[in-house]
Structures are given as C-alpha cells and as structure tokens.
C-alpha cells in the first residue's frame, strides 16, 4: 500500500534545484533515453546549502549506472538492488546529498504516483542510514507540450519540503508545486508588445522568474531598467555603495533629489524597479557576492548579472556560477583616450556557466590588482605609503602598490552594455534566445565595432585549474572556492526586512 | 578564507617535515615553525619560526610579507624593509615587507598553482640569502 510522504513545507519555504553542463543534458538524455512511452532514472549526487528560509540543491553527478541496473523490461522506473546498495556506499565516501531524477512519459505530469511515493519513502530512509544528516531529493520530470515540466521534493531534518524552484542552465522548465501545475497568469498589459513577439509562455517565464544583479551602477542599473519594463517577476539587487553626484550621468532611477541627499545606490534601484513595476518584488542589499546573505537570497534566481568593473566581483561571479551553478553573465564597459581624444569605446559582456573556463583561465585576472582591491583599508594606506617610499629611496614602487587604473564610463555607453546583458538575460529566461559567444568585446567607435567574441572553444578551462572541480557543490565544493568575502568587508545589509 | 584548503596545504608541509599550523586570532597568519636558514655558518640562527599572513578574500588574496620573531637577529639580514609589529599566537612578530609574487622575483601569483605550501619554497629562498 502506497504511503504518501506528508509534505511539511511552509508557504514561504523556497527549496530549489539546479543543474548545469555537463551533469545537465548528460541527466536529460538519461530521462527522455525511453521515451515517448517509458520512463527512466538515475541516482544524482547533489551539493547543497541551508538557507534561512529553505534549502539550495545543486547537481553534482550522476550515479554512474550500467547494464541491469534498472529494470528495461518495466515501462515505469524499477530501481535493482545492486543500483541501489552501490549508490548507498558512495554516499558513505562523499559528502553530498543524495536522490533520485527520473522521467514520467511524454506530455504526463510530473505529479508523484503511489508507486512513486513508495520508493521516496522507502529510499528516504534507506539513505538516511549511509548519508546522515544530508537531504535526500527525489525529482519528477516530463517533456511537456510547452517545455519541460518538473516536480521535486526533499526529506531533510525529519520532513518533507516540496521543491519550489527547479532550475536547469538556459532551458525553461515549469515547477509544479506539490504536483500542481501553477496556476494561469493573466496576460500583462505592459509587456503587450514583448508577449507579441516572443510569446505568451515567455511572458509567463519572465513573470515567474528571479534575477540577480550585482553592481547597480551605471550598467547594473540600465539592466534593471530593462528587467523591471520586461515584468521579471523578481529582482535580487546588491551594491555596497552609496550615490555619489557624479554618478547621476550614468545611474537609472536617480535624479535631483539624490544629488541634494545621497542614498544607497541598492535604495535608488529598488525604488525605480517599484516605480516600474510595483508588482516584482525587490531584495536589495547594501553588499556584494561572496557575502552569505547575499549568496543565499540568490540561490533561486534564474540569472544572475554582474555588472561592476570589479576584479573580485567577477571572480565571485564565476565561482558562484560554477558552485552554485548559477548561469551568469558579466559585463562592463570602458572609454580609453590619449591626449584628450577618445581612441575607444569598449564594451564587454562574458558568460560564466558552471563548465566555462573561470576568469583565472581566461587571464581576465590581475592577481596584484585583485588583492589590492580584497585588502582592507589600513591595509591599502600602509601599502601605498610603502610604495612613496620606495619612491623616494630609488626603487620601483609596484612591489607594495599599483596604481590603479581610473575606469571612465559614460552613461549611453554604461546603458547600451547594461541593456544588452539583460536582454541576453531574457533570452535565456524565455528560452527564445542564447548568447552566441562565451565572450564579446566590441568597440562602439571602430569600424563595424570591431567585434571579437570567443566561444568555448576558444577559452576552455586550463587542465591544472580549480575551476575544473567543484562544479556543482555548493557549500560542500568549499575547498575549490576561488575568492572569500574578507573579514574587513562591512556587513551586508538588507533593505526593507520589516517587509 | 577557507580553512579546509589551508589544513591541506599545511598537511602536505607536515608530510614532507616541515611544522606550520594555522594560527586564527583578531587576524589569522600561518606559522612556519623552524624554518631553516643559511645563518648557521656566520652565527645566526639555523632556524627561525616565520609568520605569513592569510590574505583578505583568500584564496583570491595573494599570499604576501613574512615575519620574524621581534627578537630575531636575522631581521636586517633578510631581504626587505622592516615593518609594522604584529602579535601571532601570543608573540611579537616583526613584519617584513617580502613580495615573492608581486613583481619581486617569482611568478604571478595564482591561487590555482599557489598556497601556503608553496608559500614555503620562497620562504626558504628568503632565509637562504641573508646579507
């Protein structure tokens, strides 16, 4: 007799799943391998985070199956014992979370069966002997008439949670909450014009979709101009500083009013987004990546943006997005002159999914630079006065101090990569569109604007590279992180907490 | 930083012989313990217990300086300029402005090739040329 796994998830609980490349299409050809007719599994090792409200699951791997593992002769999923006991004893040898992907047949739900709720309870405790302590997930997913359909839940601390979020890298996926399809939006007024060119599924996406931004200056907030009008149902921003007169060139929502009475440029966002849109919920945060809080309030979103000029935002950008398999997009912009002339304009967008190379492989990195910005105040002002010094008895001063470059920016420029980053961010969220490049770098004032863009080819991750492990771990992939925040950083602040 | 990569790195330098232990205070620093030196054969110490700093945002931080016990006779001796006086597990350490990484001799640093162990090499580099 089939025993239903009580669910006792809260309403405001968010329990997501993500995957990534390679893990990713190697688990969908798994699950669609019978398909249309029959059904088929595997065991997933997952990384995973707690989070204040919910839980982060990431895949890390698939349990390696071979003949007779499961049943062929079965249309439904019958998991053999030696499968089984032998993705038990992994569990003994690493320290993921464990569970179960497999497939319903094409255009059924994803809703669990009695034959289903079964097997999670009887595996729930099965594992619980080898893995102690770690959560054990068990998904559902089904190719739908609209895309792929998905549902999940997890038994963690003595209970079920229904998986909230299920996540795949640039491939839409409906989550069905314990087993119901969300229900119907109706169509927005606002984004008539977007629904008539990409279609009403990708106005839902948008709608239910989260994006991160990191960076709310003058190309963050152009992105989050674009985000809110496009009606993304939910913007996580973050920036640690505070508006300063000059920015008004560049910076989107700010105006008179913060020239006379400087805000948090986090403060400025979050207002413009609820001019906007007041329906998209805003979390933002007087902080920056890697900072826990911020970290954890991202750990659902679709996308996440990184639009700072910062060495160790891009770092933590990449490491976030191979971790915590984030699929992430970077972007930037500069002007260069000589003697008052503007010889170039460049602009630069880089994706970071969790298999692209890091930006230690695509020597993207300064190391003297990225520790200068990573060190702390007292620690800076002793180093640039170490390097007058050594001015001033002769020698070169670069050994205790570099200066560092100014980077100028103006606001059609900032606007123009700003935009263009999110737009590839609707792209992915809709499922409409890709980024054709791993990397483009263009510059506005030169011949058709000289365009270069790299793809994985060109840039693959260094064999002797960190970047290669890790991917998909989350907290327990710490060892291969590549940046931590510094313990000098001030805390991170979120705005609003008694919303 | 992140403790777990540093006790590896530090493992391997116990494996090969050489002590050195994680020291976690108001700012935590790696402790070589009895690194060996050149000193021995002009009167100086054979071995002296050197300090390195765990950079902030490690392992992004570039791993930087070194110190010397306040008291040691090699400081003057070692290559750079003295600097300010930090305390590490209870004692006085004088820091020594030693970049092995930024632009002073050694590679670029690189958290993927680089760490506390490796860190070890140039300190004995450091301790081998005193003047």
Redesign the interface.
């Known amino acids: 007799m089939a025993r239903q796994p009580h669910i006792t998830s809260r309403g405001d609980e968010r329990v997501a799943w993500r995957a990534g490349a390679p893990e990713q299409p190697a688990l969908l050809e798994l699950l669609w391998r019978r398909y249309p007719y029959d059904e088929w599994a595997t065991f997933i090792r997952c990384g995973w985070r707690q989070l204040p409200d919910g839980l982060l699951l990431t895949l890390a791997a698939l349990e390696a199956q071979g003949p007779g593992d499961l049943d062929e002769s079965q249309g439904h999923v019958v998991l053999q014992e030696p499968y089984v006991l032998r993705a038990a004893l992994n569990a003994e040898r690493h320290n993921l979370a464990v569970g179960v992907v497999h497939s319903h047949p094409q255009g059924y739900a994803p809703r669990p069966s009695a034959l289903d709720d079964d097997m999670d309870t009887y595996l729930a405790s099965y594992f619980e002997s080898f893995a102690p302590g770690r959560p054990y997930v068990s998904l559902i997913f089904a190719d739908g008439p609209h895309g792929i359909d998905a549902s999940g839940r997890v038994y963690w601390n003595g209970g079920w949670h229904s998986v909230t979020r299920v996540l795949l890298e640039r491939q839409p996926v409906c989550t069905w909450i314990s087993g119901r399809r969300p229900a119907k939006l109706p169509p927005s007024p606002t984004t008539k014009r977007l629904t008539s060119a990409f279609g009403e599924v990708a106005d839902e996406r948008l709608r239910r979709a989260s994006v991160g931004v990191i960076g709310l200056g003058g190309t963050g907030s152009a992105a989050v101009e674009v985000l809110a009008r496009a009606g993304v149902g939910r913007l996580v921003l973050a920036d640690p500083d505070v508006f300063e007169p000059s920015n008004n060139e560049r910076i989107h929502g700010s105006g008179g009013r913060h020239v006379a009475a400087p805000e948090s440029k986090a403060a400025i966002a979050r207002d413009h987004v609820r001019f906007i849109n007041p329906a998209c919920q805003v979390a933002a945060y007087v902080g920056r990546l890697p900072q826990p809080a911020v970290l954890d309030t991202l750990a659902d979103v679709d996308v996440l943006l990184g639009c700072t000029d910062l060495q160790h935002s891009r770092l933590a950008l990449a490491d976030t997005a191979r971790r915590y398999l984030i699929p992430a997009l970077d972007c930037g912009a500069t002007l260069e002159g000589d003697d008052g002339d503007v010889t170039a304009q460049v602009g630069q967008i880089t994706r970071f999914l969790a298999a692209d190379a890091c930006p230690y492989c695509r020597g993207m990195i300064h190391p003297q630079r990225l520790s200068q910005e990573l060190m702390s105040p007292d620690e800076r002002a002793r180093r640039q006065d170490a390097a007058e010094r050594a001015v001033a008895r002769g020698e070169r001063p670069n050994p205790y101090w570099n200066a560092e470059p100014q980077i100028n920016t103006v606001g059609y420029h900032t606007t123009i990569m700003g935009a263009m980053t999110a737009g590839y961010a609707i792209g992915w969220i809709t499922g409409r569109f890709d980024p054709p490049f791993t990397r483009l770098q263009m510059n506005l004032i030169a011949p058709y604007l000289d365009v270069t863009d790299q793809t994985v080819e060109h840039e693959p991750p260094k064999a002797d590279c960190h970047c290669r492990q890790g991917r998909g771990q989350a907290d327990q992939g710490l060892r291969f992180a590549q940046i931590t925040s510094p313990g000098h950083w001030p805390r991170e602040i979120r705005l609003d907490i008694a919303t | 930083?992140?403790r777990?990569?540093i006790d590896?790195e530090l493992g391997q330098l116990v494996r090969g012989g050489q002590a050195a232990d994680l020291i976690v205070g108001d700012?935590p620093f790696v402790l070589y313990r009895e690194v060996p030196t050149s000193g021995a054969a002009r009167g100086l110490p054979a071995t002296v217990d050197v300090v390195v700093p765990v950079?902030?945002?490690?392992?992004?931080?570039?791993i930087?300086m070194a110190g010397l016990p306040i008291d040691s006779p090699l400081i003057g001796r070692v290559k750079g300029?003295a600097?300010?006086v930090v305390v590490v597990d209870g004692r006085q350490f004088r820091m020594i402005?030693y970049?092995p990484?930024?632009?002073?001799g050694g590679p670029?640093?690189?958290?993927?090739?680089h760490g506390f162990h490796t860190y070890y090499d140039w300190l004995l580099t450091w301790l081998a040329n005193l003047t």
Do not use: K
């Not at chain 2, 950079?55 to 570039?62: K, W």
């Open positions: 930083m992140i777990e990569r590896d700012r950079p902030d945002g490690h392992p992004a931080g570039m930087d300029q600097r300010d402005s970049h990484h930024g632009n002073a670029p640093y690189d958290p993927n090739r």
